[in-house]
């Protein structure tokens, strides 16, 4: 052990000196602009030693870690230390392609398992990534791999975010296992030192929830001063000092301590006695010695808890800004050192001017020694730890249960189609993995786990079932079941989703995860889609119902602006179809979509960078609309996946055109055949996804900049042929933002129909009329933007 120490101990001081350095770097040497670089030189320094214990030490390499997003630095110097770091990214960090400012699985080229930077999401990841493993090693899928350890490490202050007790009381109902919360308690939030007594609340919470809570408060430099004469009464002021208290004196150093101590705990004896017995460093140095800056401590207790699987919360004392000038003051969360500071603490640290980025500059043990340990080390040993998995084939099309002339809602066509899917002894069938937060029946995925199952890791008994009450739901709980039920809270849903769909590259096992959720309530989860989306994390997300459509249930359940959601969100692909033949098709596109990681110049068809995949967001309804008599042959199929095509063609002297996306279809139909009649040339324009549209759109125009002068995209193509004089008329239960770009395209005029305002309840004809969606509403509409064009005519004549 004592070696093992020793070489821990200098690896911390290169890990410590690296991360420093590069912020300083990053701040004051790099050439840059008047924007200040940041970085948070404290936030590092306080999981040093815990960063170090586990990294070289502790970690296998099947374990997965969320970093602190504060201590990206010190995860970039241990991977440069390890090789999986350059020194240019590093000198670049925080700049264009360099090191990230928070650790990033998509961007870093370091082995990150998880991104950081929303603070307290990369800590639910490990909780839900946990439960993933425990799917996949219960389907039989982990191939003979052992199962790994999700730990995060997590700043005290992170602890406020609500969304992690929302996870933890998942994780308590699905028996959660092998998952480590490393707190580092350090006292000091941005703005503020943590209240008194904190500490004790979270081990109370966890406690709660089957949780060991193991408490590292002193170092083994404290605990020999406690077994000294009078170390009962420093053991007793210490565990009583208050916070503030405890990082000012810390601030101060060994002569502020030796004041503060003589003066409320000396006696003229033995407690003097041991205060007298050391130097002020030597007072400041155990006064430092927490538990969380104590590598025996540390690895004891991470070695013992490594014995079980049981979830543990380690609660970590530390000082923010350990071991440099900034630490334990207030401010010194954003604080930087001053170029003189940094001076000091390089030739406190022993570095050679010239040498600041040598990996081992700070060490004072020969080079390949420490080398050779960081190598051996159980977590770098097999190099970078990325999994892949085959992609699961495809079938070439999907049921389409909708029937000509009969009415059908996307909603339930939805439902019918992963029923469809279900009976059929698929792979595709086998690893789809649905979820949702306590809407599994009313978002119509109940026939899928009738037949698919509940999963849980025990088999469970279905009481109703064994007492012979009837009902239409047979639900059987158990190890081989593919829906995860989730508690009423969205953002467990996209957190869930996020890990299901990395589950390829942190288990090595593909799953295709499908999660339900009402349309309106996105935006309670907004923030952890778009930390399961920067993942690259691969789901299929089924928002239903969606709009003032669902008209009854009042603004509260009426969606206004997530298409724009969809629109806007990176590695997300939206789409809203009308009709269920439409739908049939983008599920299989979004199933094989999902799995896509491929890379290359975009098509030349939409522009699109369809070769990487991505994400899906379907926006259905609950309003059933005759479905069309038609086949979808290829072309219309292509169509449908590029983002809209002409359910009636413009004439070639269309005055005006109406372009509809999704559960609108039947206004607009109606619209556009009573407009017909003294407009023969009018066409109907069906967007199935506005997102891909608009995206082409975009590309195509990067494309032609860049010299690719004959770059068009689809929706280009679509209005190629009319007029430019004439109008267009968009209609959405959505925002009308959504579609009022089309005018952009060609400089067409534009009347975008829309919602700009909560709904309220009511039947769906009283509010597509409040907020003129209804047939009147279009072919007025329609009316005002052909005037503008009789108007210019009649000015063109005269």
């Known amino acids: 052990m004592s070696s093992k120490i020793s070489y821990l101990s200098e690896i911390e001081r290169c890990v410590s000196w690296l991360a420093a350095w590069t912020i300083h770097h990053a701040n004051h040497i790099r050439e840059g602009d008047e924007v200040k670089v940041g970085g948070h030189q404290a936030s590092c320094a306080s999981l040093s030693t815990i960063m170090t214990a586990l990294y070289c030490s502790v970690l296998r390499t099947q374990d997965r870690v969320a970093v602190k997003p504060h201590a990206a630095p010190i995860f970039h110097a241990l991977q440069y230390l390890a090789g999986n770091q350059t020194r240019e990214k590093l000198e670049n960090f925080r700049g264009f392609q360099g090191a990230q400012s928070y650790p990033s699985r998509t961007k870093d080229v370091d082995d990150v398992d998880f991104s950081t930077g929303s603070v307290g999401l990369g800590v639910a990841q490990t909780l839900f990534s946990s439960l993933v493993q425990d799917y996949v090693s219960a389907h039989g899928w982990m191939n003979d791999r052992p199962e790994g350890r999700m730990v995060s490490l997590i700043g005290d202050a992170e602890m406020d975010e609500g969304n992690i007790y929302e996870a933890l009381i998942e994780g308590w109902k699905h028996g959660l296992r092998n998952c480590w919360w490393i707190v580092d308690y350090n006292r000091q939030s941005l703005d503020a030192v943590v209240r008194e007594g904190l500490w004790a609340r979270f081990e109370q919470i966890f406690t709660n929830f089957g949780w060991d809570v193991v408490i590292?408060?002193?170092?083994?430099?404290?605990?020999?001063?406690?077994?000294?004469?009078?170390?009962?009464?420093?053991?007793?002021?210490?565990?009583?000092?208050?916070?503030?208290?405890?990082?000012?004196?810390?601030?101060?150093?060994?002569?502020?301590?030796?004041?503060?101590?003589?003066?409320?705990?000396?006696?003229?004896?033995?407690?003097?006695?041991?205060?007298?017995?050391?130097?002020?460093?030597?007072?400041?140095?155990?006064?430092?010695?927490?538990?969380?800056?104590?590598?025996?401590?540390?690895?004891?207790?991470?070695?013992?808890?490594?014995?079980?699987?049981?979830?543990?919360?380690f609660i970590c004392y530390t000082i923010k800004g350990y071991g440099l000038p900034l630490a334990g003051h207030k401010d010194n969360h954003a604080g930087r050192m001053t170029p003189t500071q940094m001076e000091g603490f390089r030739q406190q640290m022993g570095v050679k001017p010239g040498q600041e980025w040598e990996k081992w500059a700070a060490a004072t043990t020969l080079t390949e020694e420490l080398d050779d340990f960081v190598a051996r080390a159980p977590f770098f040993r097999e190099g970078r730890r990325r999994r892949s998995a085959p992609a699961i084939p495809v079938p070439p099309a999907l049921p389409s249960p909708g029937q000509p002339g009969k009415p059908l809602s996307t909603q339930m066509g939805f439902g019918q189609i992963l029923n469809d899917i279900a009976r059929g002894d698929t792979p595709l069938a086998e690893r789809i993995v649905t979820t949702s937060p306590d809407v599994t029946v009313s978002t119509n995925l109940g026939p899928w786990v009738n037949r698919r199952g509940l999963f849980a890791r025990e088999s469970m008994a279905d009481t109703f079932k064994d007492e012979r009450i009837p009902s239409i739901y047979s639900w059987e709980l158990g190890p081989k079941g593919q829906h995860l039920e989730l508690g009423i809270a969205e953002s467990n849903l996209m957190i869930m989703l996020g890990a299901l769909g990395l589950s390829h590259a942190i288990n090595g096992a593909r799953l295709l995860p499908v999660g339900t959720v009402y349309d309106p309530f996105i935006y309670r989860s907004a923030d952890q889609l778009n930390y399961a989306c920067y993942q690259d994390a691969r789901f299929l997300l089924v928002a239903t119902p969606s709009g003032v459509t669902l008209a009854p249930e009042g603004g509260a359940h009426q969606s206004i602006g997530t298409p724009l959601i969809g629109m806007s969100q990176d590695g997300l692909c939206s789409f809203e179809p009308a009709f269920v033949d439409e739908l049939s098709v983008i599920m299989r596109f979004a199933f094989d979509y999902m799995q896509r990681d491929g890379e290359g110049d975009p098509g030349e068809t939409t522009w699109l960078r369809d070769q990487t995949g991505g994400s899906v967001y379907l926006r259905l309804s609950t309003r059933p609309l005759e479905q069309p008599a038609r086949q979808i042959d290829p072309d219309l199929e292509q169509d449908i996946i590029n983002g809209a095509y002409w359910l009636r063609r413009p004439g070639p002297n269309a005055s005006i055109i109406i372009a509809y996306q999704g559960v609108v279809a039947q206004e607009a139909i109606t619209a556009t055949g009573l407009l017909a009649e003294d407009r023969r040339d009018i066409g109907l324009l069906a967007i199935t996804s506005a997102d891909r549209l608009n995206a082409g759109w975009q590309a195509a125009e990067r494309a032609r900049q860049r010299g690719a002068v004959g770059a068009m995209s689809h929706i280009e193509r679509l209005l190629a042929s009319l007029p430019r004089d004439s109008g267009i008329v968009t209609v959405i239960d959505g925002h009308p933002a959504t579609l009022s770009w089309l005018g952009g395209v060609y400089g067409h005029r534009v009347k975008s129909l829309g919602v700009e305002h909560f709904g309220q309840t009511g039947t769906i004809a009283d509010l597509y009329r409040h907020h003129g969606l209804d047939t009147n509403a279009i072919m007025h509409a329609a009316q005002a933007v052909s005037h503008g064009r009789t108007i210019r005519y009649l000015e063109a004549l005269s």
Request: proline share 5%; aromatic share 6%; hydrophobic share 40%.
């Open 216 to 313: 590292l408060r002193h170092g083994s430099l404290q605990e020999a001063a406690f077994a000294e004469p009078g170390g009962d009464k420093l053991r007793q002021w210490i565990e009583k000092c208050p916070n503030q208290l405890y990082s000012a004196l810390i601030f101060q150093g060994g002569a502020a301590w030796r004041r503060r101590l003589l003066d409320e705990v000396g006696d003229q004896g033995p407690v003097t006695a041991l205060i007298e017995r050391r130097s002020d460093e030597e007072l400041q140095a155990l006064m430092a010695n927490l538990g969380g800056h104590d590598l025996p401590s540390l690895l004891k207790a991470f070695e013992a808890a490594s014995r079980h699987d049981r979830p543990v919360c």
